[in-house]
DNA sequence: TAAATAAACAACGTGATGTTCATTATTTGT
DNA sequence: ACAAATAATGAACATCACGTTGTTTATTTA
């Protein structure tokens, strides 16, 4: 019975995150001071310092603890073995946009204008490629068209993310399906059947 | 012979440039304080306030001088109408890379690390998906695969951007033309074929 | 060479940061 | 229920960077 922390400080961490989330939605990570967050939370701005170095140490624990929730969202989606994460890139995006649609408000700050938080952007990307790493089958070597592992991780990763960040920003635009279809038909297939333009065959 | 600008003032605002881009590189943006421009480039404080309203100010004109030069380059990419863009996306990522290595140490302060400046990224994403848009090809309608001209677009851009941004942080891993015709290969005929896995035909 | 103007110099008010310290209030464990 | 522990308050302080306002000096232009 020692570990029990007061019950104080559960209290004061909460309100700090409260007022914080709603702050950053409302003007923006940069233009919020720490004042702004004492007199929202309702705390002297001393306390703030007492559970946080600064600002952004608290965004850096925010951002953690959400994207806590859609790693483990993400880590529970099977990987399809062959061919390699056609079915995995469809079953992780609708997934990820799920997610995001029940934390709509949020995701939209961070993502989106001239008040996003780039860091969450590169961290959600991060979350990505480890299951693309993780989903990842070596190809046959003596392909003519064989292209470098790390090269298409990249690849996945950024057009994954455009996606995404795409229908964060024009509100859902498409139905959570058509667009996880749609973006696995062009990474599978190539944008040239995906868009239904003929393609002549190499030789 | 009225339109002259004065000897000091071009002198002035060359001096700050060049303190502004060694002091980028040096300490990263976030950083750099006026009063560190002002000593670099020899000048009083108060000087620099006479040419820019402020750091974020400085920072903006600047990206836009360089980007502009980019932007030159690839306006002068010729437009392959059919099939779309393989080619183009091909000879705009070379054009891309290869303006790049000309001017790598600045690139590598603004795109990569943690004192990275995501607008310029942005910046450069929106020359990007100009050209692509400029380029765009409409489908035929009737085909099953077909997909919106919006996500792809994004899709494109999203991972044009990745796969440059992966180059510069792994300084040059692969040859201009092999990063080019690779990516090109991925996003024309899929990553299935591209990295050598065997593709099963729908019906 | 005189008028125009850019740059330097000095000073000021503002606002936010992070820290210190004494005091008050609350919680915990016995 | 109470004493000890500790969280929160409030006030103060030094620091730093910002952006602005004058006045004076130096340079450039015509």
């Known amino acids: 019975m020692n570990k029990k922390t007061d019950l104080r400080i559960l209290r004061t961490k909460q309100s700090i ?20 967050i004492a007199d929202r939370a309702m705390i002297n701005r001393n306390t703030f310092y007492l559970h946080y170095q600064n600002k952004p140490d608290l965004l850096d624990t925010c951002m953690n603890e959400l994207l806590s929730d859609l790693k483990d969202a993400i880590v529970l989606c099977p990987i399809s073995m062959n061919p390699f994460s056609i079915s995995l890139l469809e079953t992780v995006m609708q997934t990820v946009l ?11 700050s961070m993502l989106i204008e001239e008040n996003r938080i780039y860091q969450f952007q590169a961290k959600m990307e991060k979350i990505i490629n480890d299951k693309l790493v993780e989903g990842w089958q070596p ?12 090269l298409l991780i990249e690849y996945l990763g950024s057009a994954f993310m455009g996606i995404v ?32 333009i003929a393609v002549e065959e190499e030789n």
């Open 17 to 36: 995150r409260k007022a914080f989330y709603e702050l950053v939605q409302e003007k923006g990570y940069e233009a919020i001071t720490v004042q702004d």
């Open 98 to 108: 799920e997610h995001i649609s029940l934390n709509m408000t949020f995701y939209r």
């Open 139 to 150: 190809a046959q070597e003596n392909s003519p068209l064989a292209v470098s592992k790390e």
């Open 165 to 196: 960040i795409w229908w964060v920003k024009n509100d859902k635009p498409l139905p959570v399906d058509e667009v996880s279809s749609q973006f696995s038909r062009i990474v599978a297939y190539g944008h040239l059947r995906a868009a239904g």
